[in-house]
């Protein structure tokens, strides 16, 4: 019995600027069956701020509450371990990493930076991290689905490419992270067994949330997917759907 | 008994555009006891003719047959493999794959390309990774000693980056693949198990001889060694020594 929802956004409820077909209408459908829902993107390449602005756009009003990103836990992090940030992120995203003070220890944050990456800024990581600085990876997603329509790199490659030359590994605070399911869970007062993610990538939204202890995770063939996602990484999807639409059909099925 | 002699450059012959000192001593003592000596190295910023022209300023002549590169190894590959390059490098080593006639296949060809690692650039390289081209490395090496002294992310962060989201392993060609060090050993037909290594990379000169048979590897405490590297990687090096003068020293005392 299914008694919250997490739903991606990227690939599941938009693809760039664009709703996706039935998006807004499950989302309704959801909410009028009263079913607490949260939004958990790994999105770096915008601040908080523009993800809710983006889907006001599109017709979707959410609260600041339902929405956990990357960088909000980043924060939390970096206030909880005396840590100022060494930014390797978006420009978008420099803003959710404003007024922190001055701190004891530095950590490294790393999201998708884009063309952000070049070598100069990547190799004044690499030389903070063997200086002994922290290392915080906001998302390690190995590839997202471009405005194009082709997949790009995603942050993932270069948390990895920094992991292997500095030889230290990377806390990597959204999903697939425990945590991060965890908090956004906590924050309607769902338990893990009663909730299902809904996401379009089968490694760090659903094969995440059930490692995470969710009881289920929909797989949707929108946004990044690809023909052989279903069982490319393990545990496979609970189920492997069309889109939002036919999770919210299937959701709505498993909770009452 | 030693036979015959590898000889890595950066780090151990020179710095920068300076020799280190007993560099050039040492090789004129080890060629002056009838060792056969091959220079093995990894570096990919400079084309094989500008690494040729680098030593003779610095007053060591040698031939061209006497250096082994990666690019040599990849034009080698390309050919046997009927493979176009699709090239990731250093502007410095384009000359080395000029001329190649268009072939039925493309390869990625990933070498230190030092600002060339761009992100548009990397994406572009993952495409052709995804839709099928081979995937080849001329080093993996993790890092280097950099002209201002401090160490610097080399190719293999890179490589490490594109094998993470496209999910293709790349073939190494450079230092540690077992195939360079047998093509430099049979130029000079000294079989492994009368060779021995001189490196300042404890990973890729020292543990790669041995793993490529071998006899024995000497790591220098010039370069990028850094104090642990005796014992950072399996298999140790044989004798960790001072500089090249020491290990010229060790070499002329283990080859007769």
Request: hydrophobic share 45%; net charge negative; proline share 5%.
């Amino acid at each position: 019995m299914i008694r919250g929802v997490l739903l991606d956004l990227a690939g599941v409820i938009y693809q760039g600027e664009t709703a996706l077909p039935g998006a807004l209408e499950s989302v309704h459908r959801l909410r009028e069956e009263g079913l607490p829902l949260r939004f958990v993107t790994n999105t770096t390449r915008m601040s908080k701020s523009m993800v809710l602005e983006r889907l006001a756009k599109l017709g979707l009003d959410i609260a600041g509450s339902e929405l956990f990103t990357p960088a909000q836990a980043a924060r939390d992090w970096l206030a909880h371990n005396d840590c100022s940030p060494l930014l390797l992120v978006h420009p978008n995203l420099v803003q959710d990493f404003e007024d922190i003070p001055k701190r004891a220890q530095r950590a490294v944050v790393i999201g998708d930076a884009g063309d952000g990456f070049s070598y100069a800024h990547l190799n004044r990581a690499f030389r903070a991290l063997i200086g002994g600085a922290q290392f915080i990876a906001l998302a390690k997603n190995r590839d997202f689905k471009d405005e194009d329509g082709q997949l790009s790199l995603d942050a993932g490659a270069f948390v990895e490419a920094l992991e292997f030359s500095s030889r230290h590994e990377a806390l990597v605070l959204g999903k697939p992270a425990r945590a991060f399911f965890e908090a956004a869970l906590a924050s309607m007062d769902c338990p893990p067994d009663r909730a299902v993610m809904v996401g379009d990538d089968a490694e760090a939204d659903v094969a995440g949330a059930l490692n995470a202890g969710l009881s289920s995770a929909v797989l949707v063939r929108t946004g990044k997917f690809r023909p052989g996602d279903e069982t490319r990484f393990d545990p496979h999807p609970t189920v492997t759907v069309e889109n939002v639409s036919a999770a919210a059909d299937w959701i709505v099925a498993h909770s009452s």
